[in-house]
């Protein structure tokens, strides 16, 4: 039986969800729309009023209807919308060409995927949007294997198991990324529950990525590989709080700039023990460190006075 609503005003069931969805709108060439509720007792066909129970079949859905030869979608985006609080489920497949969106309801408006998502083939042009991971591991939250290329996490939260977990996103010769507005957080309200690194970018590709405006908490915030090429990318606009390094960026590549730094490092003697990456490609930083109270350093250069 499908999903109904109450008629306003009135007692009885009437129609289902879908006779409300706007069909009408136009949202561009068109291409899939798949539905998953973590919560139902039983799997759909993917349909608003029977959706998928899981998400690893909204993804094969959606894989099985990009890649067709017969409707030529191979430029189009599919939209996966999940909704569901704390569930478990272990992803192991990336939707090509889709936007998974949260639309659930938790502790957060947005769904928590609980487990340990290792990804095995690439898949370029991922979205994810609203959506929440914990992890239920010690090691890695998110492991991204290369060629994932246009990769976009949106507004989303990370986080790690209650005794720490080693890496929130590992992230392996992926271009053309962003990472914006997402929050990394503590788990249990302590410190000592933590990722390792929070961000975690490996590999040798990895030009015009963008890492903006995300809440990091970790031992190191954000790590890029020595061999790492990432011309055209930007690290900038973030808050991190590292108990060591809140930058370490190896690979020197990176434009960084007015992002607003914790270290529990005291830097009074060298704010690198702070901060790592080209000076010359740094602008507007601003690190606090637990040395002298009451001071920061602006990166590169100028000392802020008590």
Not at 5 to 25: H, Y
Not at 90 to 116: A, H, M, N, Q, W
Not at 234 to 240: A, S, V
Request: proline share 4%; glycine share 10%.
């Amino acid at each position: 039986m499908s999903e109904r609503i109450l008629t306003v005003g009135g007692n009885q069931a009437s129609r289902p969800i879908s006779d409300f969805l706007m069909v009408n709108d136009y949202e561009g060439p068109k291409a899939g729309k798949y539905y998953v509720d973590l919560n139902v007792a039983a799997t759909g066909s993917g349909s608003p009023d029977h959706p998928f129970s899981t998400i690893a079949e909204a993804i094969t859905a959606s894989n099985a209807s990009i890649g067709l030869a017969a409707n030529r979608w191979w430029a189009r985006r599919n939209k996966i919308f999940v909704c569901g609080d704390g569930i478990k489920e272990d992803l192991t497949v990336l939707p090509e060409k889709c936007d998974i969106i949260g639309c659930g309801s938790d502790l957060y408006p947005f769904p928590r995927v609980i487990g340990r998502h290792v990804i095995a083939a690439a898949a370029v042009g991922t979205r994810f949007i609203n959506m929440g991971f914990q992890a239920n591991n010690a090691t890695d939250l998110i492991t991204i294997p290369a060629g994932c290329h246009g990769l976009q996490l949106l507004n989303c939260l990370f986080v790690p198991k209650a005794s720490g977990t080693t890496i929130g996103l590992k992230i392996t010769d992926t271009a053309c990324m962003k990472i914006a507005g997402c929050s990394f957080q503590v788990s249990g309200g302590t410190m000592d529950n933590i990722f390792g690194t929070a961000i975690s970018l490996l590999g040798t590709v990895g030009h015009e990525t963008e890492i903006s405006y995300n809440k990091i908490i970790g031992t190191v915030g954000i790590l890029t590989a020595t061999a790492l090429v990432a011309l055209g990318s930007h690290i900038n606009n973030n808050f991190i709080h590292a108990t060591g390094l809140t930058i370490n960026d190896v690979a020197q590549d990176y434009y960084v700039y007015d992002n607003r730094l914790i270290t529990d490092v005291d830097i009074d003697s060298d704010t690198t023990l702070g901060i790592v990456c080209k000076p010359e490609l740094a602008c507007g930083n601003i690190i606090t460190g637990s040395g002298t109270a009451g001071t920061s350093d602006w990166y590169p250069w100028a000392r802020i006075a008590a």
